[in-house]
């Protein structure tokens, strides 16, 4: 039994149901409007549901169903349910990126659940950005929450074989393109590669990130493995429904729970999964927004200690539906053991340890015991040095260990257009030695910091047998990539940072074991350049661009923008703290 905490006339739309004014008539008989009497509503929990279905988003395709799941529940319950559109961010159409957008989502699902009559929400996402965008913005507003993750799909198949997102794309482009299969065979692959709804079905960025989710306390107990199509995830989807309901009457908002810890095991999840770079940015701003400190210090050193135990591609082996049936994120937090702070709270009331202690795995070559860990730890590494002051990334399981300490000439491209332009070039002057080097790539250069951190190899290297060799950007990389690919790197060449100043045939070192990534000259002649060096053209010059170009920070804290930080203190600030007067 709920232990409640309020009263009917303590609920936030009381304020617009409630009370006896002109104003509360209008939204009562708007309500009839829509064909509700009092009774559907007065006195109830009302549930703001943020859907991010479109038909932009093939990821979110069931969530036209399961939003009917969710209200099933929240009727069940005794609350009041409302469908609000929330910006869709399909990561497989949205040019030039999501990222782009990913701070635009936080806003709206901020500014909607303020603006609404909302004593409770649920959150509908899992396409890669749209997690963290709504829970960056549910976080601002700190109502009661639950997050239901659209699921992965289910496995790609391609006559009897199983096809994984991403990298089995690259996989066939490469053997059409060789003229080992055909337009047909091509047009297969197609087909099967995606065919149910639900999210990218490796450990990529949309998985890495409800799986963090979960484990952050924000979803029922293993929600983010379910597959999207299960019974058993519309199944979740209602117990959410009936769950939100109660935690409003218990008033449970998620930074009564979130802490350090919480993050700490977010961070050691995402490690263990062996999940996606891009989690970095996105846990980063997320922790910000719950007032929590995360940088990207605390990210190596939880590495440095955590064993890959999930067989996932794209390091591994199987995919998100294998994961389920295998027991899932619970069995893999139980396998984590000491390495996981139980006694953190979630949403459903009970600790992270409670509702993982009667998990069991079924298939220990998907989940292994950590004595049998695909990497004994450093999934992850975060570099420092005159390339990179406030920190780059590198993925060192995801490398050819020979480059794991390297020096080379650097062979610099100013951006994506030159790299296009020029990288298949026959005299491209490129040696396996060389270390690529990408400028104007990150949050304010690109803009939106996207996912080309995965440079390629020139064709005339790619010829002679090379298949990785160091490459430097400010970018993002796709969770389902691979390579020495340095990621992330801070601050970006757009804003000055010494990316910008790299030349050709500047000596480059990568040190992995040393966290370090430096290039070869001397202080003195960095300051020569840097005086030559001028801002290249914003790419906005109106709109939300310019906003973004204005307000976007760096990598290292999230790209996050400014002015969304709870504690931001800008040159127009007001005496209010966002809530508007509610008349
Ligand atoms: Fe939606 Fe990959 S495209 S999760």
Known sequence: MTERKKKPEDLRSHRWYGVKDLRSFGHRSR?????????????????????????MNSCHTHFKQRVEEVKRGVWQAGGFPVEIPAMSLGEAFQKPTTMLYRNLLAMEAEELIRS??????????????????????????????????????????????VLGSGSDSWKYWAELRAGNISEGDW?????????????????????????????????????????????????????????????????LKPLDFLTASSFDNAVTAVLGLGGSTNAIVHLIAMARRAGVPLDLARFDELARGTPV????????????????????????????????????????????????????????????????????????????????????????????????????????FSNYDDLAARID???????????????????QGAPGMPEWGQLPIPQKLLKQGVRDMVRISDARMSGTSYGACVLHVTPESHVGGPLALVRDGDLVTLDVDARRIDMAVSDEELERRRAEWRKPIPKFSRGY???????????????DFDFLAPDYAGEEIGSGKGEPEIH
């Open 31 to 55: 309500t009839a409007q829509m064909g509700f009497s009092r009774a559907d509503y007065l006195g109830k929990p009302v549930i703001a549901i943020l859907n991010t279905w479109s038909d």
């Open 116 to 161: 609404y009559p909302a004593d409770g929400v649920v959150l509908m996402g899992g396409c890669d950005k749209t997690t963290p965008g709504l829970v960056m913005g549910a976080l601002a507003m700190n109502l009661p929450t639950i997050f239901v993750p659209a699921g992965p799909m289910l496995r790609g198949d391609y006559r009897g074989q």
């Open 545 to 559: 661009g310019v906003m973004f170009l204005k307000h976007v920070q760096q990598a290292d804290t999230g790209c």
């Open 425 to 443: 070039a026959p005299d491209l002057p490129v040696t396996k030695d060389s270390v690529i080097v990408l400028q104007s790539a990150g949050p």
């Open 309 to 412: 135990i999930a067989n996932l591609r794209p390091g591994g082996k199987y995919l998100m539906e294998d994961f389920y049936y295998a027991g899932g994120l619970r069995a893999f937090l139980k396998e984590m053991g000491p390495l996981i702070d139980g006694s953190q709270r979630t949403c459903n009331g009970q600790t992270l340890g409670r509702n993982i202690e009667d998990a069991q795995t079924f298939n220990a070559d998907v989940i292994r015991p950590r004595s049998e860990a695909l990497l004994e730890g450093g999934g992850l590494a975060v570099l420092r040095g005159n390339l990179a002051p406030a920190g780059a990334v590198i993925k060192p399981a995801a490398m050819e260990p020979h480059l794991r300490r390297h020096t080379g000439p650097a062979l610099v």
């Open 187 to 251: 047009q297969e692959v197609e087909d099967g590669i995606a065919r149910s709804a639900g999210t990218c079905m490796t450990m990529g960025t949309a998985s890495t990130m409800t799986s963090a989710a979960e484990v952050l306390g924000l979803t029922l107990p293993g929600a983010s493995s379910i597959p999207a199509v299960d019974s058993r995830h519309a199944m979740m989807a209602t117990h959410t429904g009936r769950r939100i309901v109660d935690m409003v009457w218990e008033d």
